[in-house]
Nanobody, 126 residues
Framework: QVQLVESGGGLVQAGGSLRLSCAAS????????MGWFRQAPGKEREFVSA????????PYADSVKGRFTISRDNAKNTVYLQMNNLKPEDTAVYYC???????????????????WGQGTQVTVSS
């Protein structure tokens, strides 16, 4: 089984920064696409960013462009989300996810992924 564990969430003031990590286990020989999603109370789970297995495609949601940066360390089987200039509207539970197979185009919707972490809470105060 594939297991994903997020970490790095917390409480931060507006304008501050956080770095989220997602460690994957259960895949020994292949590297797969990885994505970050978030869900605020009363809202649908929304796409934040993703990085394909080659590392040459990194789409971002318009709401986070210029502020968030996704990266990965394949040797550690870990994906990161550097979050700068955080805003109160960034408050949500952040989830990492990975699809079961490599895809021609990195997925940017929740139904493109089938393995999910438990999530890490990010709270941004005014």
């Amino acid at each position: 089984q594939v297991q994903l564990v997020e970490s790095g969430g917390g409480l931060v003031q507006a304008g501050g920064s956080l770095r989220l990590s997602c460690a994957a286990s259960g895949r020994t020989f292949k590297i797969y696409d990885m994505g970050w999603f978030r869900q605020a109370p009363g809202k649908e789970r929304e796409f934040v960013s993703a990085i394909n297995w080659r590392g040459d495609s990194t789409p971002y949601a318009d709401s986070v462009k210029g502020r968030f940066t996704i990266s990965r360390d394949n040797a550690k089987n870990t994906v990161y989300l550097q979050m700068n200039n955080l805003k109160p509207e960034d408050t949500a539970v952040y989830y990492c996810a990975t699809p079961p197979v490599r895809r021609a185009v990195v997925p940017t919707t929740p139904d493109g992924y089938n393995y999910w972490g438990q999530g890490t809470q990010v709270t941004v105060s005014s």
